[in-house]
Nanobody, 123 residues
Framework: QVQPVESGGGLVQAGGSLRLSCALS????????MAWFRKPPGKEREFVAV???????RTYYGDFVKGRFIISRGRNTLYLQMDSLEPEDTAVYYC?????????????????WGQGTQVTVSS
């Protein structure tokens, strides 16, 4: 059973930083895309970033990131370094994984999800 497990959320002031982690069990992840999505309060879930493990670790980001976040990976672990956080970044952040999703930005192509971790940015 493939299971992502997130950690690292919390409360931070605007302009601060947080690092999220996601441990992936049940697979070596070599043919997987691993992504971060987020769900702000009262809004739809949105794509944050993805890393394609089978494609040389190629990364893609949502337009709103604007260079503030960096997605990276270790051995079966995914990270999201978030800098220059803004109150608008407040959301539940989810780690997702699947084998070569057809549309990496589309949450419906990911079958494996973590439980989510809350990130709150105060102004």
């Amino acid at each position: 059973q493939v299971q992502p497990v997130e950690s690292g959320g919390g409360l931070v002031q605007a302009g601060g930083s947080l690092r999220l982690s996601c441990a992936l069990s049940g697979t070596d992840g070599r043919s997987y895309a691993m992504a971060w999505f987020r769900k702000p309060p009262g809004k739809e879930r949105e794509f944050v970033a993805v890393i394609k493990w089978w494609a040389g670790g190629r990364t893609y980001y949502g337009d709103f990131v604007k260079g503030r976040f960096i997605i990276s990976r270790g051995r079966n672990t995914l990270y999201l370094q978030m800098d220059s956080l803004e109150p608008e970044d407040t959301a539940v952040y989810y780690c997702a994984a699947d084998e070569k999703p057809h549309e990496y930005w589309n949450s419906r192509y990911y079958d494996f999800w973590g439980q989510g971790t809350q990130v709150t940015v105060s102004s």
